[in-house]
């Protein structure tokens, strides 16, 4: 197993990631929270939903139109923005936002959105909800079915508007959440960083403001702004930079100055608290494997990049694993080689498979030999004298088996001239 760090590699890279928001860490905290007036408030990153600062966040309280969060949900599942719908009936007071839709007016689904989003028009929000599901009645059911879905376990709709009503309430907490799934929507994403948009459909033109302050300052990207006279003031917020994102919830604040100030404050002190840590890299060698019969090696690659936000002050680590001790041929590039396992403190966050950077060819015959020599010359040595001593042997063996022959002859030329010299000697008969 290999473990390594790597340091600070900021990207521009967002992500949102949609679920339980993460406790609060205490590497989140570099430096002091600004003080606030609201009554709960809370601010997470958007990518891992790790809490950098909350206060009273689990408090349920009146939620005024941020509940046009859900609507603008529910009516991206159920209607296509190039759909048309005809307003419907809506007696607004005189106080509640609206963009003043004659009942029966043609108006398109993305248009209703952005009035519904920027100008918190209370007609768009009711034409969406009986568009979408038939009646308010149906549509506040679909709500609260889709806060279920999301564990908005403190969030209750009583009505798609957000007008005061015990039965309608949520916490910072919850808020901030809905928020990430509203900011996971593409499209809705882009309307709420507008600081205002025409609508070209309808009876008329209309260009609709947003109310949120902080997008029109260009403080902020989002998300939605509410007030009533039970809730008070309310802004669930967004910014981002160099591709991290944060998302902020301020409840029961006294007037529109202090929300706004709280929710500015509370955006820039938690950018302030991370950075994107990117710890492999595409094409970036993280181990090498040895190459059997040859003395080289073969490079291990990631098979994607991997980058996490990370409180200031915190690293991710990643372990190396599973890699085999050497590799023969043939193989191709992109072999199963391990995996690299990437965590944060205790909590694993990935698991990256590890791949061969190129292709092993076979070994020939002569490497094999070769590797097979290798470390064993004794051997060759021993072979080599038991060769020579044999070869010794042989000579010598053949230089005595010559002496004998020579021998031999002489012997049986010396016979032969005995004879000869006995028949030279006998009487003729």
Do not use: C, H
């Not at 230089?399 to 005995?418: F, G």
């Amino acid at each position: 197993m290999t473990r390594f760090r790597r340091g600070r590699m900021p990207v521009a890279l967002a992500a949102t990631l949609l679920g339980a928001i993460a406790p609060p860490t205490a590497a989140a905290a570099q430096s002091d929270p600004p003080a606030l007036t609201a009554r709960s408030a809370i601010v997470i990153e958007a990518s891992t939903g790790d809490v950098a600062y909350a206060r009273r966040a689990d408090e349920r309280r009146q939620i005024a139109s941020t509940t046009k969060m859900m609507t603008a949900l529910v009516s991206r599942s159920d209607l296509s923005l190039g759909q048309t719908l005809r307003a419907a009936p809506y007696a607004a007071l005189p106080v509640e936002s609206k963009i003043d839709l004659r009942t029966g007016e043609p108006m398109r689904v993305a248009d209703l959105l952005r009035a519904l989003m920027l100008a918190s028009a209370n007609d768009a929000a009711v034409t969406l909800a009986v568009g979408s599901a038939g009646s308010r009645a149906a549509f506040v059911r679909e709500m609260n079915a889709r806060a279920r879905e999301l564990g908005l376990d403190d969030t209750r709709f009583a009505n798609p508007v957000g007008l005061d009503d015990e039965n309608n309430y949520s916490t910072a907490a919850d808020l901030a959440t809905l928020a990430l799934a509203v900011r996971r929507d593409t499209f809705l994403r882009r309307v709420i960083a507008l600081p205002r948009a025409r609508l070209e459909t309808g009876d008329r033109p209309r260009t609709v403001i947003n109310r949120n302050t902080l997008v029109r300052e260009g403080v902020a990207n989002g998300v939605k702004t509410g007030r009533t006279t039970r809730a008070g003031y309310v802004l669930v917020g967004s910014k981002t930079r160099d591709g991290i994102t944060v998302v902020s919830a301020v409840l029961g604040e006294p007037t529109e100055a202090a929300r706004d100030a709280d929710s500015r404050a509370l955006l820039n002190w938690a950018l302030d608290q991370y950075r994107r840590d990117r710890v492999l890299e595409r094409g970036e060698v993280v181990a090498t494997i040895p190459i059997r019969y040859r003395d080289t090696e073969v490079g291990v690659l990631p098979t994607r990049p991997v980058s996490r936000v990370v409180p200031e002050g915190e690293e991710l680590d990643v372990r190396v694993t599973g890699v085999p001790g050497e590799v023969d041929g043939p193989l191709p590039a992109g072999a199963p080689a391990g995996v690299a396992i990437v965590s944060l403190g205790d909590r694993e966050i990935a698991r990256v498979q590890l791949v061969t950077a190129e292709a092993v060819p076979e070994a020939g015959l002569w490497l094999k030999i070769q590797d097979w020599m290798d470390g064993r010359w004794w051997i060759v040595g021993l072979l080599a004298l038991l060769a020579v001593g044999t070869l010794v042997v042989l000579a010598l063996r053949r230089r005595a088996a010559q002496r004998r022959r020579l021998e031999a002859e002489r012997r049986r030329v010396s016979r032969e001239q005995a004879r000869a010299a006995l028949e030279e000697q006998s009487p003729v008969a």
